[in-house]
């Protein structure tokens, strides 16, 4: 059979150039299938939306050619804090702080604006001979190893990935069911510029709705993630941008000073879903499409790049080894790697959002001893650190910086 890529990639956010490069490493070609026309991004203006990348994250973007274009407007976190607390009053005197200079790889990772990430995934796919960019175009069919687009083209590949979001078309084609549910929340997202330098800190405020993110943008600037119940939330972000910055400020407190809108607002809601396999007759699935959680601990994207390391590995050692790498024994390998983390994850973001959002006092009590226990162990907090850095694990040899 004639193959028009030895992979096909059906999504092109974040997730599907970046394994298109891992794959590029190994020699391996790809076509990447968007369905959305291709982004005009060389002059895109900040929007809001950004991400915070874990150091074993960044060491893979490194290591497939996309972070020196991203790295100038990368933000250093080099502390978390995490306190509990209620709006108005400020936090509760119980505090977990993790500071980078506890472990010896460096920061615990960067924020990175996604109109960054973005351009320097697609500048470094459209400059890479192995991979082949496919915008505008739907899938309206597919067979293992194979999609049809609406113009009526059909594409072959040995491996079929899914890479296409929490509502994956392509898991749902190959009889993929999901298990989740929704949380009652939704997500303000949106972008502060502030007086007072952040220090490269990064926040977690534990509300009864639910947590409040603040984290360090370059300059001035911090990304909130605020998460309030779904009525609450479709309430605040009705009003207007100065009702909006009211209803934020005794929830932000007064700490890095005045405080202003930047970029646009984004709300979205909260839930939990798992795909109930990863893999299927030549396929496989990488982030949300396999797995979608709760942003809590905001290891949502990391997640999806720990996949992408862990399956470009698979796939490249078994073409090295003259295997057929769409097997169903060499794709078990990828969901045996990633199963028990993935799903370890989702109940982990799911518990602690049980147990931090309510203003239940006897919870309240539990928890914020708990924080106080583990900051006070010095093995602890350096254990926190370095799962937040994403160096715990069967860390694929990717997101340790280091080629396949």
């Given at each position: 059979?004639?193959?028009?890529?030895?992979?096909?990639?059906?999504?092109?956010?974040?997730?599907?150039?970046?394994?298109?490069?891992?794959?590029?490493?190994?020699?391996?070609?790809?076509?990447?299938?968007?369905?959305?026309?291709?982004?005009?991004?060389?002059?895109?203006?900040?929007?809001?939306?950004?991400?915070?990348?874990a150091l074993a994250s960044q060491r893979l973007l490194q290591a497939i050619g996309a972070w020196d274009a991203v790295a100038e407007h990368a933000q250093p976190m080099l502390e978390i804090k995490v306190t509990d607390g209620r709006p108005g009053e400020g936090p509760a005197p119980w505090a977990m702080v993790f500071d980078h200079a506890e472990i010896e790889e460096g920061p615990m990772g960067f924020m990175v604006e996604d109109r960054?990430?973005?351009?320097?995934?697609?500048?470094?796919?459209?400059?890479?001979?192995?991979?082949?960019?496919?915008?505008?175009?739907?899938?309206?069919?597919?067979?293992?190893?194979?999609?049809?687009?609406?113009?009526?083209?059909?594409?072959?590949?040995?491996?079929?990935?899914?890479?296409?979001?929490?509502?994956?078309?392509?898991?749902?084609?190959?009889?993929?069911?999901?298990?989740?549910?929704?949380?009652?929340?939704?997500?303000?997202?949106?972008?502060?510029?502030?007086?007072?330098?952040?220090?490269?800190?990064?926040?977690?405020?534990?509300?009864?709705?639910?947590?409040?993110?603040?984290?360090?943008?370059?300059?001035?600037?911090?990304?909130?993630?605020?998460?309030?119940?779904?009525?609450?939330?479709?309430?605040?972000?009705?009003?207007?941008?100065?009702?909006?910055?009211?209803?934020?400020?005794?929830?932000?407190?007064?700490?890095?000073?005045?405080?202003?809108?930047?970029?646009?607002?984004?709300?979205?809601?909260?839930?939990?879903?798992?795909?109930?396999?990863?893999?299927?007759?030549?396929?496989?699935?990488?982030?949300?499409?396999?797995?979608?959680?709760?942003?809590?601990?905001?290891?949502?994207?990391?997640?999806?790049?720990?996949?992408?390391?862990?399956?470009?590995?698979?796939?490249?050692?078994?073409?090295?080894?003259?295997?057929?790498?769409?097997?169903?024994?060499?794709?078990?390998?990828?969901?045996?790697?990633?199963?028990?983390?993935?799903?370890?994850?989702?109940?982990?973001?799911?518990?602690?959002?049980?147990?931090?959002?309510?203003?239940?006092?006897?919870?309240?009590?539990?928890?914020?001893?708990?924080?106080?226990?583990?900051?006070?162990?010095?093995?602890?907090?350096?254990?926190?650190?370095?799962?937040?850095?994403?160096?715990?694990?069967?860390?694929?040899?990717?997101?340790?910086?280091?080629?396949?």
């Open positions: 059979m004639d193959f028009d890529a030895d992979i096909l990639i059906t999504g092109g956010g974040l997730n599907g150039p970046a394994l298109a490069l891992a794959l590029a490493q190994g020699g391996l070609s790809s076509v990447v299938i968007d369905a959305h026309p291709a982004p005009v991004l060389r002059e895109a203006d900040f929007d809001g939306r950004s991400y915070a990348l960054h990430l973005r351009r320097a995934l697609l500048d470094a796919a459209r400059a890479e001979p192995r991979i082949t960019l496919l915008n505008g175009l739907r899938v309206t069919d597919q067979a293992p190893g194979e999609v049809t687009l609406e113009d009526g083209r059909r594409l072959r590949g040995r491996v079929l990935v899914g890479a296409d979001g929490r509502q994956s078309g392509t898991a749902a084609r190959a009889g993929i069911r999901r298990t989740g549910w929704g949380y009652g929340q939704t997500a303000l997202v949106c972008a502060v510029a502030h007086e007072k330098p952040h220090g490269g800190v990064a926040h977690q405020f534990f509300m009864p709705a639910g947590p409040l993110a603040i984290l360090p943008l370059t300059g001035n600037r911090s990304s909130i993630v605020w998460t309030e119940t779904e009525a609450e939330a479709a309430r605040i972000q009705a009003l207007d941008d100065a009702a909006y910055l009211d209803a934020l400020r005794p929830r932000f407190g007064s700490f890095l000073g005045e405080i202003a809108l930047t970029g646009k607002r984004f709300t979205y809601p909260l839930n939990l879903t798992l795909a109930q396999r990863m893999i299927a007759d030549r396929l496989a699935l990488v982030g949300d499409a396999a797995h979608g959680v709760h942003p809590i601990a905001g290891q949502g994207l990391n997640a999806g790049l720990r996949d992408i390391g862990a399956l470009a590995e698979v796939l490249t050692l078994a073409a090295r080894r003259g295997e057929d790498i769409g097997a169903p024994d060499v794709l078990q390998r990828y969901q045996e790697w990633r199963r028990f983390d993935t799903a370890t994850l989702a109940l982990a973001t799911d518990a602690f959002n049980r147990l931090f959002s309510n203003d239940n006092p006897i919870l309240r009590l539990g928890r914020d001893l708990g924080m106080g226990v583990v900051n006070a162990i010095p093995a602890l907090r350096r254990g926190f650190i370095r799962e937040a850095a994403g160096l715990t694990g069967d860390v694929p040899r990717l997101l340790q910086g280091k080629p396949v």
